[in-house]
């Protein structure tokens, strides 16, 4: 069984910062690409920010400059490190990676549970 817990959300004030964290456990043979996406309250979940299995990165244009994304192969684990953040922010932010489980001949979509960020004075 493979699981990706999300931690580090919380509440901080406008142009404060926050780090992310996703980590993957479980039986687990290789993970290829990991995304961060939020969804904030009557909205649609949208992509944040995108790194590949060789660290490559992709942001959306809401977070380019202020959120860094990156990974530690050998922790399998995702951060996400969000600074100058702004009250828009507001989200539940979710991890979201692609991962070979090692009894399987496939690779699967894999969500994590959410961790709220919330940002206001």
């Known amino acids: 069984q493979v699981q990706l817990v999300e931690s580090g959300g919380g509440l901080v004030q406008p142009g404060g910062s926050l780090r992310l964290s996703c980590a993957a456990s479980g039986t687990i043979f290789s993970i290829n690409a990991m995304n961060w996406y939020r969804q904030a309250p009557g909205k649609q979940r949208e992509l944040v920010a995108h790194i590949s299995s060789g660290g490559s990165t992709n942001y959306a244009d809401f977070v380019k400059g202020r959120f860094t994304i990156s990974r530690d192969n050998a922790k399998n684990t995702m951060y996400l490190q969000m600074n100058s953040l702004k009250p828009e922010d507001t989200a539940v932010y979710y991890c979201?990676?692609?991962?070979?489980?090692?009894?399987?001949?496939?690779?699967?979509?894999?969500w994590g549970q959410g961790t709220q960020v919330t940002v206001s004075s």
């Open positions: 979201y990676a692609i991962i070979k489980p090692v009894d399987g001949i496939y690779q699967y979509a894999y």
